[in-house]
């Protein structure tokens, strides 16, 4: 059995903090006068943290001074670690602990490529934090997703080559960037917004370990993915 590099996302992958992102700027936006919908919201996932900003204010027609926009962020973000503070176990997204555990068991690398800046914190307090052999997260990138630097990153630290990596994303920019880093993208959620990456599942429950296993086997791979019986 080849070793893999498989990598997860956080937000939306691991854990749903959208909902918190999506309140906590939400709030924030309303205190300058902008307002935005749950679907302006898809367009902020697996992007960093200035540039969810800079988006909101184009969204608004706002511009703000440099010291109120990083005001601004930094109150974003306290707010959402109100929320972050509150979370539990509980919050994992289902199946996610079986999937982890079964590839830690086939002793596969496994690694976190995120965009935020509070993966460590988030992990620690969902207790997943040991499961991971290399954490990249918004602290460790110059260029966010769509740029495959995060991924490209976690590849090195786990000494495994990019071709052999595998990327769970939720995000459009996330597909994006693990295809630029030529790694097997799996996008998880909604397939038509997702269509660019090589398999679409609705959640971690959709994945059979039969599947794991086809892709530590070299069975599937980024080739003969028209070849499967996947919606693609
Ligand atoms: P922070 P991911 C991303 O996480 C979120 O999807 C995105 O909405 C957020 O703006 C970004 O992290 C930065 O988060 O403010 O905590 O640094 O999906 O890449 O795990
Ligand atoms: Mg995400």
Redesign the pocket.
């Given at each position: 059995m080849t070793k893999k590099g498989f990598i997860f996302?956080?937000?939306?992958v691991i854990v749903d903090t959208?909902k918190y992102?999506f309140l906590a700027w939400k709030k924030l936006a309303k205190g300058v006068g902008v307002d935005f919908t749950e679907i302006q919201n898809e367009q902020?996932?697996?992007?960093?943290?200035q540039k969810?900003l800079e988006k909101i204010l184009e969204w608004g027609n706002k511009t703000l001074s440099e010291e109120e926009f990083n005001r601004l962020m930094s109150l974003k973000?306290e707010d959402?670690l109100t929320y972050v503070e509150n979370m539990k176990e509980e919050e994992i997204l289902p199946d996610v602990p079986k999937v982890l555990n079964f590839l830690i068991s086939k002793e596969q690398p496994l690694a976190l490529g995120?965009?935020?800046?509070?993966?460590h914190t988030i992990l620690d307090k969902v207790n997943l934090l040991e499961k991971f052999d290399a954490i990249v997260d918004?602290n460790g990138v110059k260029i966010g997703?769509p740029n495959p630097e995060v991924f490209l990153n976690a590849a090195k630290l786990l000494g495994v080559n990019p071709n052999d990596c595998i990327v769970f994303e939720?995000?459009k920019a996330?597909i994006e960037a693990a295809n630029a880093a030529h790694m097997i993208s799996i996008g998880i959620g909604d397939q038509s917004v997702l269509n660019e990456a090589d398999y679409v599942f609705k959640d971690f429950t959709e994945i059979s370990l039969d599947f794991l296993e086809d892709i530590m086997a070299n069975k599937i791979t980024k080739q003969t993915k028209t070849n499967l019986s996947n919606d693609k």
């Open positions: 996302d956080l937000d939306g959208a992102h902020l996932k697996g992007v960093s943290r969810s973000n959402y995120s965009a935020s800046k509070n993966a918004g997703k939720d995000a996330g």
